[in-house]
């Protein structure tokens, strides 16, 4: 079925470049274009597309506002367009949180130097957009009495948008969008005895910003266990990433350096285009943060970093499978399963996209499988 996309640019020559891309595929039609948020908004309350393509930097109304009010009003898949910059990541991350699926580099260069590679990445990536549930717009789970949180400023707690109302089926017959329930979800039953685990990892890609924000921020400052993080993103961005993360954690949370010492209440997240792998140095997991290889898909890699933890921690470690196309993670949690280390996984109602967890869940690796709002709650329960 032929997928409805609404362009939103304030540049013509975008704007007629991205309808030109998308409409060769035969599988999407451009129904509408946009030369601001603010008839950005009107359109896709009259036209109803199945994706919407955002600038972020608008005249009348920005990128951002328009994606709020969007949300607010039609929940629809939105991707964003943005600079591989610092100020961009930034501006990126809030559109994310405010309810855009996925994002892009507005430069055509940075995202492949080959015509029909760019032309693949662009289609390819608006039909995995319009198979989504855009995420961000309900208030993380209130943590359980957490033990002396570090401090952080007032404006480090800042919540997440309020929850909108259901959206209309798209033209793959899934909703737009699902509501998040506003009252805090109860902690879930415990499946076992509690363990202490050397290292937790946790594997994202899309839908990970908003849904790493959600597990972490419930998580107490003297959480037991060392955590690392992979979310597919560029260089430029994950310095950004955690940063946020940081603000809004109890946790400290920071981008991992080659030689850091993992410890308790500390999360390291992968940088961006390089590979982070785990050594067991005398018993002490430190990190290293290798180049990334031209020949893996993700970098960072999800299978990588897990690889290496089977190796470094055999039956130790805690594997976390949360939202993302593709199946990066599926070989890495293979790899810990076998060494006897446990692997759970986010279920498909909450999932942006169910394409990592779901690759986890049918090899059979999951050992368990949790909404988005359970796997906080259910690491404190879990991890001693």
């Known amino acids: 079925m ?12 975008f704007r007629k470049r991205l309808t030109e891309i998308l409409t060769s595929s035969g599988q999407i039609r451009v129904v509408g274009v946009a030369a601001n948020g603010r008839e950005g908004v009107d359109l896709a309350a009259s036209l109803r597309p199945d994706v919407i393509t955002m600038d972020y930097e608008m005249p009348i109304m920005d990128g951002i506002s328009a994606v709020r009010e969007i949300m607010q009003k039609h929940p629809t898949p939105v991707l964003m367009f943005s600079s591989l910059t610092y100020e961009g990541a930034r501006i990126t991350l809030d559109a994310l949180e405010a309810g855009a699926v996925d994002f892009l580099p507005k430069n055509f260069e940075e ?27 309900s208030q993380p789970p209130a943590p359980p009495a957490p033990a002396s949180p570090r401090p952080t400023s007032p404006s480090a707690r800042t919540p997440l948008a309020k929850p ?9 017959g899934r909703q737009s969008a699902q509501p998040l329930p506003e009252e805090p979800p109860k902690r879930p039953a415990r499946k076992g005895p509690a363990r202490h685990y050397a290292v937790v990892a946790i594997g994202t890609s899309t ?32 310095p950004a990433f955690a940063e946020r993360l940081n603000k809004l954690c109890k946790i ?40 990334g290889d031209e020949r893996l898909n993700y970098r960072p890699c999800v299978d990588v970093t897990f690889g290496s933890l089977a190796r470094a921690y055999p039956g130790k470690t805690l594997g976390v499978i949360l939202t993302g196309m593709g199946s990066d993670g599926r070989e890495g949690c293979r790899m810990m399963k076998q060494s006897g280390s446990p692997i759970w996984s986010q279920d498909e109602k909450t999932s942006v996209i169910y394409g990592m967890p779901m690759a986890v869940a049918k090899a059979g690796l999951s050992d368990e499988v949790l909404s988005l709002d359970e796997v906080g709650p259910r690491l404190i329960e879990g991890v001693c």
Request: charge should be positive; glycine fraction near 10%; proline fraction near 10%.
């Open 2 to 13: 032929t997928v409805s996309v609404l362009v939103v640019d304030d540049s013509g020559f």
């Open 207 to 238: 839908g990970g910003p908003v849904a790493l924000q959600r597990v972490l921020s419930v998580l107490p400052a003297n959480f037991p266990s060392p955590i690392v993080l992979v979310q597919h993103m560029p260089a430029s961005f994950t």
């Open 111 to 137: 995202i492949a130097r080959d015509g029909s590679q760019l032309q693949k990445i662009l289609i390819d990536r608006v039909l995995d957009v319009a198979r989504s549930r855009p995420s961000g717009r």
């Open 252 to 291: 400290e949370v920071r981008q991992a350096e080659d030689g850091d010492s993992l410890r308790p209440g500390l999360a390291l997240l992968a940088p961006g285009g390089k590979q982070m792998m785990i050594e067991n140095r005398s018993g002490q997991p430190r990190v290293r943060i290798l180049p």
């Open 164 to 172: 909108s109302t259901p959206g209309r089926p798209l033209a793959s």
